[in-house]
Nanobody
Framework: QVQFVESGGGLVQPGGSLRISCAAS????????MAWYRQAPEKQREFVAA???????NYVDSVKGRFTISRSNAKTTLYLQMNNLKPEDTAVYYC????????WGQGTQVTVSS
């Protein structure tokens, strides 16, 4: 059973930075395309960023130039570096592999507020 455990969230002021992590179980992690998603209060979960098994990346327009997705296959961990954070980035952030039915983790809360 594949499991994802997100961590690293917190409270940060507008303009600040944060790096969140997603630890994945499974030795085949290096073969998976991976992505970050987020869900703000009373909104649908939305796509944020993705990285393929060979390192190609893409982002939702609202985070381009501010967020960077990366991965460590040796640590089976996915990362999201978030810079110049804005209040509208406030959400619970989740990771998963696109196109699969793998269960969602508990997410990590990111709150951007002064």
């Amino acid at each position: 059973q594949v499991q994802f455990v997100e961590s690293g969230g917190g409270l940060v002021q507008p303009g600040g930075s944060l790096r969140i992590s997603c630890a994945a179980s499974g030795t085949a992690f290096r073969l998976w395309n991976m992505a970050w998603y987020r869900q703000a209060p009373e909104k649908q979960r939305e796509f944020v960023a993705a990285i393929t098994s060979v390192g190609h990346t893409n982002y939702v327009d609202s985070v381009k130039g501010r967020f960077t997705i990366s991965r460590s296959n040796a640590k089976t961990t996915l990362y999201l570096q978030m810079n110049n954070l804005k209040p509208e980035d406030t959400a619970v952030y989740y990771c998963n592999s696109p196109g699969t039915n793998w269960p969602w983790g508990q997410g990590t809360q990111v709150t951007v507020s002064s």
